[in-house]
């Protein structure tokens, strides 16, 4: 299964929820996303069927190997597009944060990687 920008926001959450054992809590993703609780439930039941965590109910959620992959690629396409939305643009933090939120899920792999080679370029690194 191919995840939905709505999945892949869900599974980030997981990531960035999660405490030192890996572990995040249905409110925690809730009050990030900002959605309601039989939302994340749902979100979870589906990506434990299809192997991205696992979740016991009443119990935390875990991102499997696959899960944690997603998530991490995810994370990484965000940084990339708001480093340069603030770098190169000079968007504000806080606007490049939510616009990197929506393109992140859209956005090319061919652009992305022109974009990151981009960024260490002006970087000099």
């Known amino acids: 299964m191919k995840l ?10 997981v990531l960035f929820c999660a405490n030192d054992q890996g572990i995040a ?4 993703i809730r009050d990030l996303l900002g959605v309601k609780t039989p939302s994340v439930t749902g979100a979870m039941k589906l990506l434990a069927e299809n192997g991205y965590v696992t979740h016991q109910p009443y119990g935390g959620i875990k991102l499997t190997p696959k899960g ?8 990484k396409r965000h940084a990339i597009l708001s ?20 393109m992140e899920h859209a956005v090319s792999k ?11 370029k002006i970087a000099g690194e």
Request: one cysteine or more; glycine letters at 2%; proline letters at 2%.
């Open 83 to 102: 480093r340069f939305l603030t770098q190169v643009l000079g968007v504000t933090p806080k606007t490049a944060d939510m616009d990197a939120c929506k």
């Open 4 to 13: 939905s920008a709505n999945m892949e926001d869900y599974v980030e959450a």
């Open 110 to 120: 061919e652009t992305l990687e022109k974009l990151h080679a981009y960024l260490h």
């Open 25 to 28: 809590r249905v409110s925690d």
């Open 68 to 75: 944690r992959r997603a998530a991490q690629d995810v994370k």
